[in-house]
């Protein structure tokens, strides 16, 4: 499938995204990437509305994905963030895999 | 032509005379990432502003308060000066959207103020009206002003201010339960505007602006209204497009040549941090002349590291500008030359967190400080906080500003603007605002060191420690009073000191009520504490009336007295507040 960009995209897997955010996460709280668990709140992290909208502006580029500020606070963790963006992906590029699951 | 008596006399001179010409810029990026812009000329603008300022005649508001709640620029400017023009004060406000203390920070400024009317847009309309009407305020007229057919100025009459008047209500200061106005007058603004551009060198051929939101103090008085005063050309970014994608505001400074215009000492080290090497080599920064760095403690290695970084893209270090100012005194206090590089001191970090200036000696941590520059159009002195007594240069003590921009007070609190802002030292010398900030004069330059108010600066936000423990009370029964406070590093960094009413609690329990704490905290203000202290009922301590003692706490955790039953800390802060205990021991 063609985005506006030009470039080739695929729906990401939960998985993916479970490992790009958290990937992104390490960078913003400048922390190892393995120290960040899936389960653990964003909050225990450090996470604050600076570095969730640096991370929304990173998923908006990357996956073309525009998300309100507040899906952050909703789905406070990598596994929930990641689980809605693969919905959200599947979604936006018609596939309609994963919606609603 | 005499002079303009009052900034609304100014802007409608400007709208009238300058016709054509671009008032403002309002630059976003679409969904491919470009840039784009929205353009309003003098005229249409002023056009605009006088027809909804008739609307507003019509309905009454002239001589009351109308709150604005705009997020989009163009939006903002033109219910601003309608109010202006319709001779109501207009009361600038973030849109209550998200967390909780948004929605009740907005309810309390309606209800502080006491507003006839809300400007707001049509997606927001009826969140507002929902929220006046949960707080008993139905008599509040709600509009959207993008849904108003606007077709006519005829009957606008214009209004008869004076400079001595209210030109508006800047609501930066206080907490969310306890709002506080800053009546800036329109003597206060003009004189400020003065100072502005007599301290940036600007003309009407500059481009001034930036990022910061139209209801924080350098947003407005610095960014959305000295382009007004000057006839010049604004140029204006969403908040949020910034923060998602800092490279943006560069590209707009590079691509609209904006060459006045600046941020807090976050907005630097975001660009810093998000940047790309390969995005600086596109970027050319050399026609920014003067980027500002103030309403946030400035930090040296971030102006250092951005000049290193962005050197490539043709940034000149001398370019920034650290300046120092507050609502207060409408904006700006101080400020340097530009193109001349600020003083800086290197200063023992531990002395300085008791208050004291000395170089940095062999082994102990030193710390950079940046020159705010020197007092502009205005009186600044050092005063012992305690005893009232002035202090000598060197000496740190409580910045007081004496001048034309300095404000009356906070809107209907007389008894705190006696004793706030028209303090008098011990030798007699009066009419001084207490800014609450710690400071040093050197040779004629303020050094900003810390604070004695309890604001807090954390991601780009001011927070009250109070607004952060009345929501604590809400996560579990057994959490007791609880102390917030910040440590200033790097950044500053938050604290917790909350009491645990249960004694026999297991380890697994504490982790998870300190999980909890932080979570109230991220969901509620949408920042991170990093670091929480469980302790025993009575550790927090109160002053024989009851308020809480929030210095004593810290300064108890800065020489590891607190003996907490759990503790999580960052990193950064276990080494600051090491190195804070060995100095003192030492």
């Known amino acids: 499938m063609e985005s506006q960009t030009g470039r080739t995209v695929t729906v990401p897997s939960e998985r993916e995204f479970r490992d790009w955010i958290t990937r992104r996460l390490a960078e913003f ?22 570095a969730a909208l640096s991370l929304f502006g990173d998923i908006e580029e990357e996956y073309e994905l ?19 963006l693969a919905q959200e992906a599947a979604r936006e590029l018609g596939t309609g895999e994963g919606a609603g699951a | 032509m005499e002079p303009p008596r009052t ?7 400007r709208t009238f005379e300058l016709g054509g010409r671009e008032a403002y810029l309002f630059v976003t990026a679409d969904r491919d990432g470009r840039l784009v812009h929205d353009s309003v000329s003098y005229a249409e603008l002023g056009l605009t502003a006088r027809r909804l300022a008739s609307r507003l005649q019509q309905r009454g508001a002239s001589g009351g308060r109308v709150l604005i709640l705009q997020g989009n620029g163009r939006l903002f400017i033109t219910s601003f000066l309608a109010c202006l023009f319709a001779g109501a004060v207009p009361v600038p406000a973030p849109p209550p959207i998200g ?10 400024i309606v209800r502080d103020a006491a507003v006839c009317c809300v400007l707001t847009d049509a997606a927001s309309a009826s969140a507002v009206s929902h929220l006046l009407a949960n707080i008993g305020h139905i008599e509040v007229d709600c509009l959207a002003t993008d849904r108003m057919r606007l077709d006519s100025d005829a009957d606008w009459v ?45 003309t009407p051929d500059s481009r001034v602006g930036g990022w910061l939101p139209f209801h924080h103090d350098m947003g407005l008085v610095g960014h959305l209204l000295q382009p007004l005063w000057l006839g010049g050309t604004g140029v204006l970014m969403p908040p949020m497009t910034f923060v998602k994608r800092p490279l943006r505001w560069l ?25 790309k090497d390969e ?15 103030g309403a946030e403690p400035v930090r040296a290695e971030t102006m250092e590291a951005f000049s290193r970084r962005f050197a490539p893209a043709g ?19 101080s400020g340097g030359t530009p193109d001349r590089r600020a003083e800086q001191r290197v200063v023992d970090a531990a002395a300085l967190e008791q208050h004291r200036i000395r170089p940095a000696a062999a082994g102990h941590r030193p710390r950079t400080l940046t020159s705010s520059g020197r007092p502009l159009g205005c009186t600044v002195r050092i005063v012992d906080p305690d005893t009232r007594g002035p202090l000598s240069d060197g000496e740190v003590g409580e910045v007081w500003v004496r001048g034309e921009s300095v404000s009356g007070g906070y809107w209907n609190r007389p008894l705190e603007n006696a004793h706030a802002f028209r303090a008098e030292t011990t030798d007699g010398d009066g009419g001084y605002l207490r800014t609450g900030d710690l400071g040093s004069m050197s040779d004629g330059e303020l050094f900003i060191t810390g604070r004695l108010k309890d604001i807090m600066f954390v991601a780009g936000r001011n927070l009250y420690p109070q607004d952060i423990e009345r929501s604590l009370q809400r996560v579990s029964a057994l959490l007791g009073t609880s102390a917030a406070f910040a440590v200033e590093g790097d950044r500053d960094h938050v604290v917790v000191v909350q009491e645990v009413r249960a004694s026999r609690e297991h380890p697994a329990e504490f982790a998870s009520l300190s999980a909890g704490v932080q979570q109230c905290i991220a969901r509620e203000f949408e920042v991170a504490v990093e670091n929480v202290l469980l302790v025993r009922p009575g550790t927090v301590r109160r002053t024989t009336s009851g308020k809480l003692r929030r210095v004593t706490m810290r300064e108890l955790f800065l020489r590891g007295e607190l003996q907490p039953l759990h503790e999580v800390m960052s990193p950064e802060l276990r080494e600051l507040v090491g190195g804070v205990r060995r100095a003192v021991q030492s």
């Open chain 1, 29 to 50: 709280l400048q922390r190892p990437a393995h120290t960040i668990e899936a389960d653990v709140p964003f909050a225990e992290y450090g996470m604050d509305s600076v």
């Open chain 1, 66 to 84: 525009f998300l309100e500020p507040t899906v952050a606070w909703d789905h406070p963790t990598v596994r929930a963030l990641a689980h809605y």
């Open chain 2, 7 to 13: 900034f609304t006399e100014l802007a409608l001179r």
């Open chain 2, 251 to 275: 590209q707009m400074i590079d691509r609209y040549g904006i060459t006045i215009g600046g941020g807090p000492n976050l907005a630097y080290d975001l660009c810093v941090r998000r940047v």
């Open chain 2, 279 to 293: 995005e600086i080599g596109a970027l050319d920064l050399s026609r920014w002349r003067v980027a500002v760095n």
């Open chain 2, 99 to 108: 967390s909780r203390h948004s929605v009740e920070r907005v309810a309390n």
């Open chain 2, 158 to 202: 214009p209004p008869a201010a004076g400079p001595d008047d209210i030109a508006f209500l800047q609501y930066t200061s206080g907490s969310v339960s306890e709002p506080k106005g800053v009546m800036v007058s329109h003597r206060g603004l003009l004189a400020n505007e003065l100072t502005i551009h007599r301290a940036t060198d600007s």
């Open chain 2, 315 to 333: 940034f000149r270090a001398e370019s920034f500008y650290p300046c120092y100012g507050l609502a207060e005194a409408t904006l700006l206090v």
